[in-house]
Structure formats: structure tokens, C-alpha cells
């Protein structure tokens, strides 16, 4: 069997990440300023620039040149200019090397489990959130899947809603997004 009928195969039998349909079920306006944790080489970036219309901005923001640069090229052959992005370590205080205050939106997905200092990465995003701002946050369900990173490294739904609780946020609405994953989005408490 070819690597696309595994693909297939795969896909068929159970539900997986599909950023368009994760997108469409949030209130994000066009004019929005959101900062993808992690963005990786744009999985959930691009679709949303495009969701945007090509207005607001996204900050893309990520610790591997390599997924930089492919981000790059990705956006600049779709036609999507409102993609900024940073090769930057949020696990150090200030390291997202945004303002203060300066986003509607900050996306955590899937890369917490990667941080072993998931505190100041929370933190982080909080310090760049705009007041009335959400954070969404993405992980891999902390249970064995024949996906996904060891389950020794994940973060279980209970263990993040405790932390972000401790750091003075609030579970305002989860999402189903996949067999594999939770979606949770925060809103602050202040």
C-alpha cells in the first residue's frame, strides 16, 4: 500500500486535525492579531491568514529555522501578507519578543508537551494578551493513540486547566477537534 492509501486508511477510521474546521468554529474577525506558539512550518498559521482574508496579522512564532523558512516560502506562493514571523524561545521570559498587550489571540497547539517549562510559556502568552483576549490551547490527549509523542511527555486536559488556573485563567469553552487531541480556550480572570 502507498503512503497516500495509508494516509487514507488512517483518515477513514478515525477523525484527526482539520485546522479549517477548528478556524470556522471560532470567533476570530478579520482584523484580529493572534500569535501562533509554535507555528511550526504553518499548519494552523496559514489556514487562519487565509480565514482572515488576508487582513489583521499573525504572528508566527517558532524555535526552528527550518519551519520558519518553509512557513515563508508557504505564504509568500499563496499570496498571504499578514504572516510575521520570529524564530524565538518562549520558555524565556519576554521571548515571544512581542509588546506587552499586544494580541487578541494566542495559539498554543500541540507544543507544549515539547517545553519543559510550560509555565512561562503559558505566561508568556498571558503577558501579550490583549484584556478581554483568549488563549487557545491544543494538546495531544494523554493517553496511548498510535499517533502522536510518548504519553510520558503530555500534558493531560486536568494537569493544563490546573496550571492555567494557577496562572489566573479561566476554561471559557472546549472544542472537539480529534480523536487524539483537546482543545481548551482561556480567557483571563482579571
Not at 492579531?33 to 517558532?62: C, H, W
Not at 496562572?167 to 480567557?187: P, Q, W
Amino acid at each position: 500500500m502507498d503512503e497516500v492509501n495509508n494516509k487514507l486508511d488512517f483518515k477513514d477510521n478515525s477523525r484527526f486535525l482539520d485546522p479549517e474546521e477548528l478556524i470556522d468554529q471560532l470567533e476570530i474577525p478579520s482584523s484580529a492579531v493572534v500569535a501562533d506558539f509554535g507555528s511550526s512550518s504553518g499548519f494552523f498559521t496559514l489556514p487562519l491568514a487565509r480565514k482572515m482574508n488576508g487582513q489583521g496579522k499573525i504572528y508566527a512564532l517558532e524555535i526552528v529555522k527550518e519551519k520558519i523558512e518553509s512557513l515563508e516560502s508557504q505564504a509568500k506562493l499563496a499570496g498571504l501578507f499578514n504572516i510575521s514571523t520570529s524564530r524565538v524561545n518562549l520558555e524565556a521570559p519576554g521571548g515571544s519578543k512581542l509588546p506587552n498587550k499586544c494580541v487578541s489571540w494566542v495559539f498554543m497547539i500541540n507544543m507544549l508537551f515539547e517545553n519543559k517549562n510550560k509555565k512561562q510559556v503559558i505566561s508568556e502568552g498571558m503577558r501579550i494578551l490583549q484584556d478581554q483576549g483568549r488563549i487557545l490551547i491544543m494538546e495531544w490527549e494523554r493517553k496511548e493513540s498510535p499517533v502522536g509523542p510518548d504519553i510520558n511527555i503530555r500534558i493531560s486536559k486536568e494537569a493544563l486547566i490546573e496550571l492555567a488556573s494557577v496562572l489566573g485563567l479561566t476554561v471559557e469553552k472546549e472544542i472537539k477537534v480529534s480523536d487524539y487531541h483537546y482543545c481548551l480556550i482561556f480567557n483571563s480572570q482579571k
